[in-house]
């Protein structure tokens, strides 16, 4: 502390009190506290938790609980289920219950900070036991999150652990995850996966995300993927969600979209898309979208009334 701040010598005090720590954790809070530089006591703070998680996890939990803050309760607990899961992540669990009994408000923040942890370290099959077991509040954005992060860098592993899932929420909750995961890593390789599951209406929506991503990807084999599949309806919500995307970003274009849009099976389906592009498309070329929706037979009437009152205002706002 004699020396001049710098960077190098707040690295060499954290590491310092990070390995104090773990055999005097109370000498290396006090003397962290002690700090009077703000920023330099938080980082320290955290260096000795660090520390103190390796050894005594549930009492460096403890001391982040008895923080005023909820920002740095938070902050403290995550960094003691980090240092803690690379020690033992038996225990880390262990405490991670512990918490969550101590603060039932905070038990979905803080499971979810342990499930970083335990992805971080590589602990996704613990991680998947974790958020299984998780309440009715719970279970369904854990188990989101861990197969989302699986996916991400295992997504093989993360779709055969989820589908061996024998319960049908759980394994629907688990996939559900696995796309938001894959679709971003790989979009090609997670649509012929989704293919390859039961019909129904979630593999319809999952396939939407999958085939968006791909879309954008690589457009011409997308398209020809889907022209020589045969899963017939449950495509209709992936043709949608590409011929809906973001026109005025420049994902798709108008004709592309309409081909995308008429493609759909389900005419309610297909009503809808048609309804939600001509919205866009509108915006961009009033013209083209009036020709098209004065020839189109596509919409239901339902759609094609609301259409056609936005397109009558945009209309008499043009001419004034």
């Known amino acids: 502390m004699s020396r001049p701040g710098t960077v190098a010598r707040n690295a060499a005090l954290a590491d310092l009190l990070e390995k104090l720590a773990i055999t005097d954790p109370k000498r290396a809070m006090a003397l962290a ?17 660090r520390g103190w998680a390796r050894s005594a996890p549930a009492d460096a939990a403890k001391w982040g609980l008895d923080l005023p803050n909820q920002s740095d309760r938070s902050a403290a607990i995550s960094t003691v289920f980090a240092s803690a899961v690379a020690t033992n992540p038996d225990e ?3 405490v991670a219950k512990l918490v969550m009994e101590q603060e039932p408000g905070g038990d979905i923040g803080y499971g979810s900070s342990l499930i970083d942890s335990l992805c971080n370290a590589g602990n996704f099959e613990a991680a998947a036991k974790f958020a299984a077991e998780g309440g009715d509040s719970q279970r369904s954005f854990w188990l989101g999150e861990t197969y989302s992060k699986w996916a991400e860098l295992q997504p093989d592993q993360a779709a055969a652990a989820a589908a061996a899932i024998t319960d049908p929420d759980l394994r629907s909750q688990a996939l559900h995850g696995i796309v938001g995961g894959w679709s971003e890593a790989d979009p090609v390789a997670l649509t ?4 390859q599951l039961p019909p129904g209406s979630d593999r319809r929506s999952m396939l939407g995300q999958a085939l968006q991503n791909w879309v954008r990807l690589d457009p011409e084999a997308a398209a020809n993927w889907i022209n020589n599949s045969d899963l017939g309806a449950d495509l209709d919500e992936g043709a949608k969600a590409v011929a809906t995307m973001d026109m005025f970003a420049g994902d798709i274009t108008p004709t592309v979209a309409v081909n995308w849009a008429e493609s759909i099976n389900d005419e309610t389906v297909r009503s ?3 309804a939600n592009l001509l919205h ?9 979208a009036k020709n098209y929706f004065e020839s ?7 759609d ?3 259409i056609g009152k936005m397109l009558t205002e ?3 706002n043009s001419a004034e």
């Open 272 to 274: 809808e898309a048609l």
């Open 33 to 49: 506290q002690a700090t009077g530089n703000l920023k330099l006591r938080a980082d320290l703070q955290q260096a000795t938790l």
């Open 192 to 195: 012929r996966f989704l293919a």
């Open 92 to 94: 880390a669990i262990r």
């Open 304 to 306: 094609r009334e609301q």
């Open 280 to 288: 866009d498309w509108a915006l961009i070329d009033l013209s083209a």
């Open 296 to 302: 189109s037979t596509n919409l239901l009437p339902a």
């Open 314 to 316: 945009l209309s008499g």
